[in-house]
């Protein structure tokens, strides 16, 4: 068993510990993988743990040459490694109509990728913190931020209402009392149809219930319809 810590342990590149590095950065990327994959996100386990895995054997074939020829720098095949993985970073970024998604995944992406890399040089301790710290900023940080109820979405609610509309103070007041931050207010008339062109714009929670919103801004005029939308530009 000593024998066999020691291979692990040791800085240069066997199979023994070659396989161990392997499996470890596995099990770490497939880890911060489930927190994602929990949340919805398309990349997942098995994304995070083949990036964790490739790093950590790029930083094995690195040391090795090093190991076996004398000659190669580690650090470069690192920065190589983390300079080609925004590509897959960017991927995970989404953006439709003003609103962007996906950035924390793409930020977990990078960082599971120097975990790989850690790994491979031998900074077991490290790479086992590292993962537990991103597990705590991915799942409590989370629940402070609601919590504490910061952050949210900008978003345009459309409505279209049967009268020339004057008075928008009922408006204001049923989005506060749903705590929904009215940023501005922008109106337009039909006099020939006897028609007010509604737009909120307002800074909205994730999980805000926008159907029962809905439903009681209808309540409040004559309502031909009410849209959400996720452009900034009226």
Request: aromatic share 8%; hydrophobic share 45%.
């Amino acid at each position: 068993m000593e024998h066999l810590l020691d291979i692990i342990q040791s800085q240069n590149i066997t199979a023994t510990s070659s396989v161990f590095k392997l499996m470890l950065s596995m099990l770490l990327g497939g880890i911060v993988g489930f927190e994602r994959k929990s949340k919805g996100q398309n990349a997942g386990i098995r994304t995070f743990a083949l990036i964790s895995m490739g790093a950590t054997m790029a930083m094995i074939l690195s040391v090795y040459v090093m190991q076996e020829y004398h000659g190669g720098d580690p650090g470069r095949m690192a920065a190589q490694v983390l300079s080609g993985i925004g590509f897959l970073g960017a991927g995970a970024i989404i953006q439709m109509k003003g609103s962007v998604r996906g950035l924390t995944t793409a930020a977990g992406i990078w960082i599971v990728a120097t975990i790989g890399l850690a790994v491979g040089i031998g900074l077991y301790f490290i790479s086992l913190f590292a993962t537990g710290m991103i597990i705590l900023v991915l799942v409590q940080f989370e629940r402070f931020e609601h919590k504490i109820n910061v952050g949210g979405q900008t978003r345009i609610i459309r409505i279209k209402v049967n009268t020339i509309l004057e008075d928008f103070s009922q408006y204001k007041e049923l989005l506060a009392n749903n705590h929904i931050h009215l940023i501005n207010i922008y109106v337009d008339y039909d006099y020939v149809n006897d028609t007010t062109y509604l737009n909120l714009a307002v800074l909205a929670k994730e999980q805000t219930d926008f159907v029962g919103l809905f439903k009681k801004l209808s309540d409040l005029s004559p309502t031909l319809s009410i849209t959400l939308s996720n452009q900034v530009n009226i």
